[in-house]
C-alpha cells in the first residue's frame, strides 16, 4: 500500500549559535513513510555538497523539555515525528561517537560498572563485552549509582540501579540486587534515552550529566519522564550507551558495518554520495606530468618535509608581494581561515565546550576560534579522552615576517589553515592529531 510523503523540517544547530538566519528557518524536505534516518543524512549531505563520512546524524530535539537524541540510523523518521509535539523539531549535525564504543569499548564501559547478571559474579571479559551486550542470549547488567527525580518535585535521591535486558530498576534497600528489593523504573522496548541539556537551571539536577529516559508515547508530559542524573561524563555515557546496545542489539552492529558495504544511491533519492576514509589516502607524488603514488615510506616522509619547507617559502613570497605593515600578517593570512569549516570565529568558551559535545566527545574532535582576551590571538579547542582543552595560538614576527604558533615560536606557520593542516598529520605538542573539524555547514 503507497503512503504520500510527509513534509519534515530539519534545521541546523547553528541557528542555535546565531550562525544562521535569527527567525530559525530551517529546510523542509518530503519524506517517504518508510524513509530511515539515514537515508535522510544522505540525501542532506548531497544537498548542502559536504563530505559523507558516516558521522552526520538526525537529532531529535525538544527544547521546552530541554531533550536530544540521536536517532539510529534504522529508525523510520516520520514514524519518529508522529510523537514528537509540534514545538520539537529535527537537527542535522555531526555526531563523532555514535559508534565509537565499537572501535573502543573500554572507554565507554569501566570494569567497575558491568558485570553479568546475579547469577554469575564475575566480570565481563574484554574481548566478550561488545559480544555480550549484541547477544541476545546473555546477560549484562550495568550498575551503579544515579540520583533520580522525584515526580514532579525538583528534590533527587540517590539510588542503587541496575539496568538490564528486561529494563532499568532501583533497589529499595541499599545496593541490595534481591528480587523483592528491585522496583522497575523504566522498560527499554518502549522507551529512548535523551540527553539533558538543561538539567541543572530547568531540573536543579545535582551534577552536569543528566540524561533522561522518555517512553515514546509520551509528548511533553514531564511527569512521565524518568529524569537520572550521574557523578560524571564516563558515568553518563556508559548507562546511554548501554541502554542503546540492550535495546537495538544486532541492529547498531549493522548500522556500523552497512556503510563499508554501501547502499548506493540513496533509495528514495537518485543522488551520488561521497565517502571518504583515512585508510584510502595516500602520499602523492604531482611533480611530473601525471601524478604517480609514493609507495616507499622514506619517500613519502622526505615528500612531507619538503612540503614543509614549501609553506615558508610560500609565506616569504607573499611577504614579498606586500604586507600591510611589518606587524600585520598578509591580508590574505589574517582572513583566508574564515572560510574553513572549523573556524567559528569569536564565540566564548562555554560555546565551544557546547560545540564539541554536541557532535560527540572523540579524540582529535576540534575546532578554531578568536581569542577573547588577546584580539591578535586564536584558540584552538581540543578533545581528547572526553576532556575539552584550549591552545592557545600566538603570533610571532621574524625578520618582518608574522607567523602563528602554538608552542612558543618553536613550529611557525604563515597562516592557520597551514597550522591545522600540519596538527593534522603531527601531534607536535598536543596530546593528540587534530583529526575530527567541529563542522559548520548551510543547507
Not at 549559535?17 to 530511515?36: F, H, I, Q, T
Request: proline fraction near 5%.
Amino acid at each position: 500500500q503507497e503512503t504520500n510523503p510527509v513534509s519534515l523540517t530539519f534545521q541546523l544547530t547553528q541557528n542555535e549559535s546565531g550562525l544562521l538566519c535569527e527567525d530559525g528557518a530551517g529546510n523542509v524536505v518530503e519524506v517517504p513513510a518508510d524513509m530511515r534516518a539515514r537515508d535522510v543524512c544522505q540525501f542532506l549531505v548531497y544537498r548542502s555538497h559536504c563530505l559523507d563520512d558516516n558521522s552526520w546524524s538526525l537529532v531529535e530535539h525538544h527544547p521546552l523539555l530541554g531533550l536530544e537524541r540521536c536517532l539510529e540510523d534504522h529508525e523510520l523518521v516520520v514514524q519518529v515525528q508522529a510523537s514528537m509535539p509540534s514545538d520539537s523539531k529535527f537537527l542535522f549535525r555531526k555526531n563523532y561517537d555514535k559508534y565509537e564504543f565499537f572501535r573502543n569499548p573500554l572507554n565507554f564501559f569501566p570494569e567497575q560498572m558491568v558485570a553479568w547478571c546475579q547469577e554469575s559474579n564475575g566480570s565481563i571479559p574484554h574481548s566478550q563485552l561488545l559480544q555480550n551486550f549484541l547477544n541476545s542470549s546473555s546477560c549484562p547488567e550495568v550498575h551503579g549509582f544515579l540520583y533520580l527525580k522525584a515526580s514532579g518535585r525538583k528534590s533527587w535521591k540517590r539510588l542503587s540501579m541496575f539496568l538490564r535486558r528486561s529494563g532499568l530498576y532501583y533497589s529499595t534497600k541499599g545496593s541490595s540486587k534481591e528480587p523483592r528489593h528491585l522496583q522497575l523504573l523504566s522498560d527499554l522496548e518502549d522507551s529512548s534515552v535523551f540527553t539533558v541539556t538543561t538539567g541543572r537551571k530547568l531540573h536543579n539536577a545535582p551534577t552536569d550529566y543528566t540524561f533522561c529516559i522518555k517512553p515514546s508515547k509520551v509528548r511533553s508530559e514531564c511527569k512521565e519522564l524518568r529524569m537520572l542524573c550521574a557523578e560524571d561524563e564516563q558515568s553518563r555515557t556508559c548507562w546511554m550507551t548501554a541502554f542503546r546496545l540492550l535495546k537495538y542489539g544486532i541492529l547498531l552492529d549493522q548500522n556500523y558495518k552497512s556503510p563499508q558495504q554501501r547502499m548506493s544511491p540513496v533509495p528514495h533519492f537518485s543522488t551520488p554520495v561521497r565517502s571518504v576514509s583515512e585508510n584510502s589516502l595516500v602520499a602523492m607524488d604531482f611533480s611530473g606530468r601525471t601524478g604517480r603514488v609514493i609507495e616507499n615510506p622514506l619517500e613519502a616522509v622526505s615528500a612531507a618535509v619538503e612540503e614543509g619547507q614549501t609553506w615558508r617559502k610560500r609565506g616569504q613570497r607573499m611577504k614579498a608581494l606586500g604586507s600591510p605593515s611589518p606587524l600585520q600578517p598578509s591580508s590574505l593570512s589574517s582572513v583566508i581561515h574564515r572560510t574553513q569549516l572549523w573556524f567559528r570565529g569569536r564565540i566564548r568558551r562555554e560555546e565551544s565546550h557546547k560545540m564539541i559535545m554536541q557532535q560527540g566527545q572523540v579524540d582529535g574532535l576540534f575546532l578554531l576560534r578568536e581569542c577573547q582576551s588577546n584580539p591578535k590571538a586564536f584558540v584552538l579547542t581540543l578533545c581528547h579522552h572526553q576532556k575539552i582543552r584550549h591552545f592557545q595560538i600566538l603570533p610571532c614576527e621574524e625578520e618582518g615576517q608574522m607567523s602563528f604558533s602554538l608552542d612558543d615560536g618553536s613550529t611557525k606557520f604563515t597562516d592557520l589553515i597551514h597550522l591545522v593542516e600540519f596538527y593534522q598529520l603531527n601531534r607536535g605538542v598536543l596530546p593528540c592529531k587534530l583529526k575530527h573539524p567541529c563542522t559548520v555547514v548551510a543547507l
